[in-house]
């Protein structure tokens, strides 16, 4: 069983930065690999990035990629995502996943609650 808090959120304006943090409790993080996908109002779940077990293999979604960096730090059992260049367009719920796989689809077994951004233009 993992347990994930994400922080960071909040408001920024276009071209700011935001780093979002994802804390997971248990021993076993650095058997996950960790996503992060985001939701804005009336949209499908959608993926942003995501990093393996080690750190040294990441995906990155075509409208992030440039733009935000995923990494861990597996003996602080906490992923990242720092956001620069933000535009309105990535306002959005972010949520931060395990999964024993890396995946793009939103198919991870475990969830945080999420954090809000919003990026006024």
């Known amino acids: 069983q993992v347990q994930l808090v994400e922080s960071g959120g909040g408001l920024v304006q276009a071209g700011g930065s935001l780093r979002l943090s994802c804390a997971a409790s248990?021993?076993?993080?650095?058997?996950?690999?960790m996503g992060w996908f985001r939701q804005a109002p009336g949209q499908e779940r959608e993926f942003v990035a995501a990093?393996?077990?080690?750190?040294?293999?990441?995906l990155y979604a075509d409208s992030v990629k440039g733009r935000f960096t995923i990494s861990r730090d597996n003996a602080k059992n906490t992923v990242y995502l720092q956001m620069n260049s933000l535009k309105p367009d990535d306002t959005a719920v972010y949520y931060c996943a395990a999964n024993s796989q890396l995946l793009r689809r939103p198919s991870y077994d475990y969830w945080g609650q999420g954090t809000q951004v919003t990026v006024s233009s």
């Open positions: 990093i393996n077990w080690s750190g040294g293999g990441t």
């Open positions: 248990g021993r076993t993080f650095s058997r996950y690999a």
